[in-house]
Every structure is written in structure tokens, then in C-alpha cells.
């Protein structure tokens, strides 16, 4: 963590909600690009501390992530995007993170 960079944690929701009944990250494919974030944190040596957890309430948006401390959230990244996606975090360009992987609500 840094003042450029004030996060210490990549938070990944991996739910699968009802089948196929609800929208879901697991439904999108959201464990897949779990497994792809936290081995590539694990073989950057990203100071991101990587955790998986049932739902952040954006089941219609995800794959949802959200960076902690009181980060943003990045919506919508798929497997093929994990190496783009810790490119930008590595950079510490959290714009470009946003950018590619907005949340249409900005007030989060
Ligand atoms: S199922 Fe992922 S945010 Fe709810």
C-alpha cells in the first residue's frame, strides 16, 4: 500500500446463485477469473492480498471486484482479461482499472 496506491486487498466475488435462475458472477464465469487474479498476484509478487467471498451485491454487473480499503469496484472482467487487469494494478493506474471495468453507479 501505497499513497499512489492505497489498497492492500483484491476482493472476488466467486457466488453461483441459483442455478442458473439468478444473475450470478459464478454464473459468469467469475471462478475462473478468480483463479486467474490470484495466480498472477502470486507470481508478480503483487503486495494484494487475495480473497474470495459469497456476494457483494452487484450479482447483475459481475464478475464483481471491489480493491479494499474502501476501493472501487471493478464489474464485468472475464478470465482472458486477468493479465490486462494486474497490468493496470501493478501500474498503480487505478483509472485505467476503472475505466476498462466501470460500475455504472458512481457514487460507489
Ligand atoms: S453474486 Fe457476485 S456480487 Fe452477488
Known amino acids: 500500500m501505497t499513497?499512489?496506491?492505497?489498497?492492500?486487498?483484491?476482493?472476488?466475488?466467486?457466488?453461483?446463485?441459483?442455478?442458473d435462475l439468478l444473475p450470478s458472477c459464478g454464473a459468469v464465469n467469475a471462478k475462473e477469473l478468480a483463479t486467474?487474479?490470484?495466480?498472477?498476484?502470486?507470481a508478480r509478487g503483487l503486495p494484494l492480498k487475495f480473497e474470495k467471498v459469497h456476494c457483494m451485491g452487484r450479482c447483475h454487473l459481475g464478475p464483481t471486484l471491489k480493491l479494499l480499503p474502501a476501493g472501487?469496484?471493478?464489474?464485468?472482467?472475464?478470465?482472458?482479461?486477468?493479465?490486462?487487469?494486474l497490468d493496470m494494478l501493478e501500474a498503480g493506474d487505478i483509472e485505467a482499472a476503472t475505466t476498462a471495468f466501470p460500475n455504472p453507479d458512481a457514487t460507489e
Open 72 to 85: 472501487p469496484f471493478l464489474l464485468g472482467a472475464q478470465p482472458e482479461d486477468a493479465e490486462r487487469l
Open 3 to 19: 499513497e499512489s496506491f492505497p489498497f492492500d486487498r483484491l476482493r472476488a466475488c466467486t457466488n453461483f446463485r441459483a442455478g
Open 36 to 42: 486467474a487474479l490470484k495466480e498472477g498476484i502470486e
